[in-house]
C-alpha cells in the first residue's frame, strides 16, 4: 500500500518525485524518503512522518536536489515500525543498488538469514533491505548486469512486490517489476524521459501514455529506448500496450476545498451523472450495459451471484444483495474476499463472483478471483480505475466513473458502486420478467433524478454541520438500519471510525434489543436511517425502545416525516424516492456528519491513521 515514484529523464528529478510522492500519500503516511543521483553520488534522504516533514530535510541543503534520476517511496508501515532508518529507499550493502518498494517479501526471514551467513549486515528491519541485497549477491555471484540479477532474485521470493531499482554503476536506466502490487510506467515524449509510479497521478501532466505492468512482469527502463518487458520465471518477451490516460490535473487536485475528502463527497452528484451515462437511457427508459447483455445467458441461468469485496466495497455489496434478490430474484451472498479465499469455498461453473473494488487493486478480492477462476465460475469486476489489475484479471465488467479518489475514506466510490449495481439489478430483473415493464420504467425515472436529490441534499451541510458540533465528544455511537439501508448503517459507522477515531458500530434496527441497547443511555447518540419506505412502522417502534432508554436519536427521514420528528432529538430530512434507491441518499448525511466532526477534531481527514487507500497487502 505504499506509494512509488520515480523519474529518469532531462528535467531535474526532485520536484516530480517529490509531487509525485504528495499525490501518492494516500497510499501509506507513516514515513518518506526519496533518493536522487546527481551524476556522481547518490543523495539521500528520508525519515518518519510525511512528504512535508521529507520536504523540511531536503530544504536545508539545495544539493540533495539536484540530479536527473530520482526514486521516492512514502510508506505504509509492513515490517519494521515507522522510523527513518526502515523508511525507504534502501541501499545494497556495497551501496551501488538502491531500491523502493511497495509489497510483503513472505519468506524475507529465511533469505535474511542466508544472507548474513555470507557476510551481509543489515541496518533496519524491513523485507525491502533484504531483496535489495538478494539482488546484489547475485548480480555479483552470476557477474550479471542489473535487469538478470533483478529477475533471477525475483524468482527466489515469495509474496508481493512493486519496485523500482537503481544501479549507480549503470546510471541510465532504472528496473521495475511486479507481483500483486501495481506499478505505472508513464512514457515521455520521444522516450527522452520516463515517469514510474504506483499509479498515474504523478505524471499526469507529463504525459498521457502509461504502460501497466501486469503480474510477473518486469521492464528495463532506458533514455531514448523501447520500454522492454519481460515475464519474470521464463523470461519471455513481452510487447507493452502504451494505454491513452483518461485522468486530467484538476481532477487530481483540491479544487478551492478544504479537503480531499468534501471535494469527493460533492462530487457525488456528477460521478452519478458520468456512470449512468450511456447505460441508463431514460428517455427510451432503457439500460444498455454491454458486458451484461453479452452474457445475460450466464446471469440468468446461473445457480447464484457471489460477491467479494472489502471494506465499504463490501457495504456496496451488501445493498446489491437487496437489489439483486429483490428486483431479478437470483440467489445473492456477499463474502469478505479476505475469508473467501482461505475458507475452500464452494464453487461451481454455475456460480457467478462479482468483485468490487475502487483502485482495483486489492489484494485479497484479486485473489479470490483467481480462486474463483480456477473453479470455473464466471467473474465481473466493478472498479474505479481503467487498467487496474482487478479489470484485466476478470472476465468482465463495468467501470464507475467517479474519477480519482484521493481520500482515503471512500464516499464517491461507494456512491458509484451501488449505482452500477443498481443498473445491473435493473437489467436483470428486466430480462427475466421478474420486473415489469411499469415497475422497471418507474425505477429508470427515479434513478434519473437522483444527482439532483444529492445537489439539493449536498444543501443542507450547515445543518449537519450543527449536529455534529454537539456530538463530536461522543466516545461511543450506534448506526440503525433496515432492509436496502443496513448495509448504509454499517458504512456510516466506518466512515465515523476511519476519520474521527469514535467507536461506532452499524446494526439492523431490530436487533438493537438482541444486545446493543444495554449500551444506550443519555450520553449515547444513535443514528437511525427511517424513510416512509419499507419497515418504516417497525423502525419507529425501535426508535421509540430507544427514546425510552434516554438515548439521543439523530433520524434520516423522508421529506415531511412528522411521526419521526415528534420522536427524534435532530432529524435530516431527504427527497423522497424508491426505498431500493434510498441508499444513494442517506449515505450522504452520514459522509457529511463524519467530515464535520473529525474536522471539529483536528484529525487528518484526508489521511486518517494507520490506513491506505488501496489495500494492496494482505
Same mark, same amino acid.
Given at each position: 500500500?505504499?506509494?512509488i515514484?520515480?523519474?529518469?529523464?532531462?528535467?531535474?528529478?526532485?520536484?516530480?518525485?517529490?509531487?509525485?510522492?504528495?499525490?501518492?500519500?494516500?497510499?501509506?503516511?507513516?514515513?518518506?524518503?526519496?533518493?536522487?543521483?546527481? @551524476? #556522481?553520488?547518490? $543523495? =539521500?534522504?528520508? *525519515?518518519?512522518?510525511?512528504?512535508?516533514?521529507?520536504?523540511?530535510?531536503? /530544504? %536545508?541543503?539545495?544539493?540533495?536536489?539536484?540530479?536527473?534520476?530520482?526514486?521516492?517511496?512514502?510508506?505504509?508501515?509492513?515490517?519494521?515500525?515507522?522510523?527513518?532508518?526502515?523508511?525507504?529507499?534502501?541501499?545494497?550493502?556495497?551501496?551501488?543498488?538502491?531500491?523502493?518498494?511497495?509489497?510483503?517479501?513472505?519468506?524475507?526471514?529465511?533469505?535474511?538469514?542466508?544472507?548474513?551467513?555470507r557476510?551481509?549486515?543489515?541496518?533496519?528491519?524491513?523485507?525491502?533491505?533484504?531483496?535489495?541485497?538478494?539482488?546484489?549477491?547475485?548480480?555479483?555471484?552470476?557477474?550479471?548486469?542489473? @535487469? #538478470?540479477?533483478v $529477475? =533471477?532474485?525475483? *524468482?527466489?521470493?515469495?509474496?508481493?512486490?512493486?519496485?523500482?531499482?537503481? /544501479? %549507480?554503476?549503470?546510471?541510465?536506466?532504472?528496473?521495475?517489476?511486479?507481483?500483486?502490487?501495481?506499478?505505472?510506467?508513464?512514457?515521455?515524449?520521444?522516450k527522452?524521459?520516463?515517469?514510474?509510479?504506483s499509479d498515474?497521478?504523478?505524471?499526469?501532466?507529463?504525459?498521457?501514455?502509461?504502460?501497466?505492468?501486469?503480474?510477473?512482469?518486469?521492464?528495463?527502463?532506458?533514455?531514448?529506448?523501447?520500454?522492454?518487458?519481460?515475464?519474470?520465471?521464463?523470461?519471455?518477451?513481452?510487447?507493452?500496450i502504451?494505454?491513452?490516460?483518461?485522468?486530467?490535473?484538476?481532477?487530481?487536485?483540491? @479544487?478551492g476545498?478544504?479537503?480531499?475528502?468534501?471535494?469527493?463527497?460533492?462530487?457525488?452528484?456528477?460521478?452519478?451523472?458520468?456512470?449512468?451515462?450511456?447505460?441508463?437511457?431514460a428517455?427510451?427508459?432503457?439500460?444498455?450495459?454491454?458486458?451484461i447483455?453479452?452474457?445475460?445467458?450466464?446471469?440468468?441461468?446461473?445457480?447464484?451471484?457471489?460477491?467479494?469485496?472489502?471494506?465499504?466495497?463490501?457495504?456496496?455489496?451488501?445493498?446489491?444483495e437487496?437489489?439483486?434478490?429483490?428486483?431479478a430474484?437470483?440467489?445473492?451472498?456477499?463474502?469478505?474476499?479476505?475469508?473467501?479465499?482461505?475458507?475452500?469455498?464452494?464453487?461451481t461453473?454455475?456460480?457467478?463472483?462479482?468483485?468490487?473494488?475502487?483502485?482495483?487493486?486489492?489484494?485479497?478480492?484479486?485473489?479470490?478471483?483467481?480462486?474463483?477462476?480456477?473453479?470455473?465460475?464466471?467473474?465481473?469486476?466493478?472498479?474505479?480505475?481503467?487498467?487496474?489489475?482487478?479489470?484485466?484479471?476478470?472476465?468482465?465488467?463495468?467501470?464507475?466513473?467517479?474519477?480519482?479518489?484521493?481520500?482515503?475514506?471512500?464516499?464517491?466510490?461507494?456512491?458509484?458502486?451501488?449505482?452500477?449495481?443498481?443498473?445491473?439489478?435493473?437489467?436483470?430483473?428486466?430480462?427475466?420478467?421478474?420486473?415489469?415493464?411499469?415497475v422497471?420504467?418507474?425505477?429508470?425515472?427515479?434513478?434519473?433524478?437522483?444527482?439532483?436529490?444529492v445537489?439539493?441534499?449536498?444543501?443542507?451541510?450547515?445543518?449537519?454541520?450543527?449536529?455534529?458540533?454537539?456530538?463530536?465528544?461522543?466516545?461511543?455511537?450506534?448506526?440503525?438500519?433496515?432492509?436496502?439501508?443496513?448495509?448504509?448503517?454499517?458504512?456510516?459507522?466506518?466512515?465515523?471510525?476511519?476519520?474521527?477515531?469514535?467507536?461506532?458500530?452499524?446494526y439492523?434496527?431490530?436487533?438493537?434489543?438482541?444486545?446493543?441497547?444495554?449500551?444506550?443511555?443519555?450520553?449515547?447518540p444513535?443514528?437511525?436511517?427511517?424513510?416512509?419506505?419499507?419497515?418504516?412502522?417497525?423502525?419507529?417502534?425501535?426508535?421509540?425502545?430507544?427514546?425510552?432508554?434516554?438515548?439521543?436519536?439523530?433520524?434520516?427521514?423522508?421529506?415531511?416525516?412528522?411521526?419521526?420528528?415528534?420522536?427524534?432529538?435532530?432529524?435530516?430530512?431527504?427527497?423522497?424516492?424508491?426505498?431500493?434507491l434510498?441508499?444513494?441518499?442517506?449515505?450522504?448525511?452520514?459522509?457529511?456528519?463524519?467530515?464535520?466532526?473529525?474536522?471539529?477534531?483536528?484529525?487528518?481527514?484526508d489521511?486518517?491513521?494507520?490506513?491506505?487507500?488501496?489495500?494492496?497487502?494482505?
Open positions: 500500500m505504499c506509494g515514484s520515480a523519474y529518469i529523464g532531462y528535467r531535474e528529478a526532485y520536484p516530480i518525485v517529490v509531487n509525485g510522492l504528495k499525490r501518492l500519500e494516500y497510499r501509506g503516511y507513516d514515513s518518506a524518503g526519496l533518493v536522487i543521483y546527481d @551524476g #556522481k553520488k547518490m $543523495q =539521500l534522504s528520508k *525519515t518518519k512522518g510525511k512528504v512535508s516533514d521529507l520536504e523540511l530535510i531536503t /530544504d %536545508k541543503e539545495e544539493g540533495r536536489k539536484k540530479g536527473n534520476i530520482g526514486m521516492g517511496h512514502t510508506r505504509w508501515a509492513t515490517h519494521g515500525v515507522p522510523n527513518d532508518i526502515n523508511s525507504h529507499p534502501h541501499f545494497s550493502q556495497s551501496g551501488d543498488l538502491v531500491i523502493v518498494h511497495n509489497g510483503i517479501i513472505e519468506n524475507y526471514d529465511t533469505i535474511r538469514k542466508e544472507l548474513i551467513t557476510g551481509y549486515v543489515f541496518e533496519s528491519d524491513t523485507d525491502t533491505e533484504v531483496l535489495i541485497n538478494l539482488i546484489e549477491e547475485v548480480k555479483l555471484n552470476e557477474g550479471c548486469k542489473l @535487469g #538478470k540479477a $529477475q =533471477l532474485a525475483l *524468482t527466489s521470493v515469495v509474496g508481493a512486490y512493486a519496485i523500482a531499482v537503481f /544501479d %549507480k554503476t549503470k546510471p541510465d536506466e532504472l528496473v521495475v517489476a511486479r507481483l500483486g502490487s501495481p506499478i505505472a510506467i508513464g512514457v515521455g515524449k520521444e527522452k524521459e520516463f515517469f514510474i509510479a498515474a497521478s504523478p505524471f499526469v501532466e507529463y504525459t498521457k501514455n502509461a504502460i501497466y505492468l501486469e503480474d510477473e512482469e518486469m521492464a528495463i527502463i532506458k533514455i531514448g529506448k523501447k520500454v522492454k518487458v519481460r515475464k519474470i520465471h521464463d523470461d519471455s518477451i513481452v510487447d507493452p502504451i494505454q491513452k490516460l483518461q485522468m486530467s490535473l484538476e481532477q487530481i487536485e483540491k @479544487g476545498y478544504d479537503h480531499f475528502m468534501l471535494k469527493e463527497i460533492h462530487e457525488q452528484p456528477k460521478a452519478i451523472t458520468d456512470t449512468f451515462r450511456g447505460r441508463m437511457l428517455k427510451e427508459n432503457m439500460i444498455k450495459m454491454s458486458s447483455e453479452d452474457n445475460l445467458d450466464k446471469f440468468l441461468n446461473a445457480d447464484r451471484i457471489i460477491i467479494v469485496a472489502c471494506g465499504t466495497s463490501w457495504h456496496a455489496g451488501l445493498v446489491a437487496y437489489l439483486i434478490e429483490d428486483m430474484r437470483i440467489p445473492v451472498e456477499v463474502e469478505y474476499a479476505s475469508e473467501f479465499r482461505y475458507r475452500n469455498p464452494i464453487i461453473d454455475k456460480d457467478i463472483v462479482i468483485a468490487i473494488s475502487q483502485s482495483g487493486e486489492t489484494a485479497d478480492t484479486l485473489a479470490a478471483i483467481k480462486l474463483a477462476k480456477s473453479k470455473g465460475a464466471f467473474v465481473y469486476g466493478v472498479c474505479n480505475v481503467v487498467g487496474s489489475s482487478i479489470a484485466r484479471e476478470t472476465h468482465t465488467g463495468a467501470y464507475t466513473h467517479a474519477g480519482p479518489e484521493i481520500g482515503v475514506a471512500s464516499t464517491k466510490a461507494f456512491t458509484t458502486q451501488i449505482t452500477v449495481l443498481t443498473l445491473i439489478a435493473l437489467k436483470l430483473g428486466q430480462a427475466n420478467k421478474s420486473l415489469s415493464d411499469e422497471f420504467e418507474n425505477y429508470i425515472q427515479k434513478m434519473e433524478l437522483i444527482p439532483k436529490q445537489e439539493k441534499l449536498l444543501e443542507i451541510d450547515e445543518h449537519v454541520k450543527s449536529i455534529a458540533a454537539v456530538y463530536k465528544d461522543a466516545t461511543n455511537c450506534l448506526y440503525l438500519g433496515r432492509g436496502f439501508n443496513f448495509p448504509v448503517a454499517l458504512e456510516g459507522a466506518l466512515k465515523l471510525k476511519e476519520i474521527s477515531y469514535i467507536h461506532a458500530e452499524g439492523p434496527a431490530a436487533e438493537m434489543k438482541h444486545g446493543p441497547i444495554a449500551l444506550i443511555d443519555e450520553n449515547m444513535i443514528f437511525v436511517i427511517a424513510t416512509n419506505k419499507g419497515h418504516y412502522e417497525k423502525v419507529v417502534s425501535n426508535i421509540q425502545e430507544i427514546k425510552a432508554r434516554s438515548g439521543k436519536i439523530i433520524a434520516v427521514v423522508t421529506e415531511g416525516d412528522t411521526q419521526v420528528r415528534d420522536i427524534a432529538d435532530h432529524v435530516i430530512e431527504i427527497p423522497d424516492t424508491e426505498d431500493a434510498t441508499p444513494l441518499l442517506t449515505t450522504i448525511p452520514f459522509q457529511l456528519l463524519s467530515y464535520h466532526i473529525a474536522v471539529m477534531l483536528n484529525k487528518n481527514v489521511q486518517p491513521r494507520n490506513l491506505a487507500k488501496s489495500v494492496t497487502v494482505e
